[in-house]
């Protein structure tokens, strides 16, 4: 193996371990700063000694004996002498001095736990959402804080505060990187969901810029998920929530034309479609609805997911299953009662039951504070007028969501809706 090849190897080995390394140095040392440090000492340490040595058998074990050994070290130093910081280094000497064998049970025995407190530490409730979703695509993601800024159209020095906020704050809250349990672990179970599909969505359907999707957000979300799928099997929201990405992810390459223009579920070659996400999806969805039958009740992850099941499973739009699709609404309403999901259940109602139908239950919401500037209200209605034959309202309604877009793919396509109702364009 050439050195370059060997170094290839280091990154990608480093890459693949960084995540569980800094939740077992987090959980060690209860900081997350000396935590990512750590890590990287230890990254430091391979690329000085694998070129010698060539890859260990088990490369994340040698990293995070590396890692403690320093971890041990800088205990010391900083003069840290309580009887339990003495217990922690002489155990790890212990296993450091014995063998690396020793480190590596001990990861396959905790890693789990760890990198599942790591994750639930970064998604802590008292931060806010945007201050989750940057923390956990920083220390669990391993993005920089300019690939972060980039994903959510800010600036690299605000996306860099908010991160070191996020950091302060779980240190002033004293918190211990651990995995909740009980009742605490269902009450912040929620938050953690909520952030990976918040990343999800920003990558699926981009709130602003030139592109309607970035699909190196879809694929981190999807990969944090299938990591708390791994370490919490038996949960049917997380079997939910991954399920309901997959789904979703498989219609990436489908929702745009070749010349960059928004492509409708209606109006997307199937074929495009990525089958074998299709598969793992419904998979996931079916073990999250077995336990959610056995729990008696869905909840919000796994009915959208049986709602993506939904167009998944149709061959061609015109196989959807509307019907279904608008009882499941129904009943996610019941579940969570938000405006969001109320205007997308009237859209279901639309192409089950008619425009006319749809119409109605979005004059329900239309006055909805949370929907004031909320593009997707006036677009449903002018698809609901247009369907009615009244283009010139539909125009109006098109032309009314085009300017509450920012994303730019997006206002084409909405403006183009309005062209094709006729009539003259509304002045700006």
């Given amino acids: 193996m050439t050195s370059a090849e060997t170094h290839q190897a280091i990154e990608a080995a480093f890459r693949t371990e960084r995540a569980r390394l800094i939740a077992g140095l987090a959980r060690m040392v209860r900081d997350m700063d000396r935590a990512e440090e ?16 060539g890859l260990p058998a088990n490369p994340g074990a040698w990293l995070m004996a590396i890692g403690k050994r320093r971890a041990i070290d800088l205990i010391r130093r900083d003069g840290m002498r309580a009887r339990k910081h003495e217990e922690i280094a002489r155990t790890q000497d212990e296993a450091y001095d014995g063998a690396i064998d020793a480190t590596e049970a001990a990861i396959d025995d905790d890693g789990g736990d760890e990198l599942l407190g790591l994750i639930f530490t970064a998604c802590h409730p008292i931060l806010s959402p945007e201050a989750r979703a940057a923390l956990t695509l920083r220390v669990v993601g391993g993005l920089t804080t300019d ?9 690299e020095a605000t996306i860099a505060q908010r991160i070191v906020r996020a950091k302060k704050a779980i240190a002033k809250a004293g918190l211990t990187f651990e995995t909740p ?19 999800f969505n920003e990558g699926y359907s981009a709130t602003a810029g030139d592109d309607l999707v970035r699909p190196a957000l879809t694929q981190e979300a999807q990969r944090l998920g299938r990591i708390l799928a791994g370490l919490m099997p038996d949960d049917a929201e997380v079997l939910g929530l991954l399920g309901l990405m997959e789904l979703q992810a498989s219609r990436l390459n489908a929702r745009t034309a070749p010349d960059g223009s928004v492509l409708p579920i209606t109006e997307q070659d199937r074929s495009r479609w990525d089958h074998a996400l299709i598969r793992q999806g419904l998979d996931a969805l079916a073990r999250a609805e077995a336990l959610a039958d056995g729990a008696g009740e869905a909840g919000p992850y796994t009915l959208q997911a049986a709602i993506a099941a939904c167009h998944a499973r149709a061959v061609q739009a015109a196989d959807t299953d ?8 129904d009943e996610l309403l019941s579940v969570i009662p938000s405006p969001v ?7 279901a109602h639309s192409m089950s039951f008619g425009p006319e139908a749809g119409l109605r239950l979005l004059d329900e919401i239309a006055d909805a504070p949370a929907l004031r500037n909320y593009a997707p209200l ?15 309202e539909a125009r109006v309604a098109f032309e009314a969501a085009a300017a509450l877009t920012r994303n730019e793919r997006e206002n084409a396509f909405l403006l183009k809706r309005a062209g094709e109702c006729g009539g003259e364009a509304s002045p700006s």
């Fill in 38 to 53: 750590l890590a990287h000492d230890a990254l430091v340490a391979a690329l000085a000694e694998w070129p010698a040595i």
């Fill in 147 to 155: 690939e972060i800024a980039r994903a959510f159209l800010s600036s």
């Fill in 181 to 199: 349990r009980g009742m605490e672990r269902r009450d912040r179970l929620p938050s953690v969901l909520e952030v990976v599909y918040l990343i």
């Fill in 322 to 329: 509307w019907s279904r699709i608008a009882a499941l609404y």
């Fill in 341 to 347: 999901v109320a205007l997308n259940r009237a859209i």
């Fill in 378 to 392: 006036p677009a449903a209605r002018g698809d609901c007028l247009s369907r009615m034959g009244q283009m010139a």
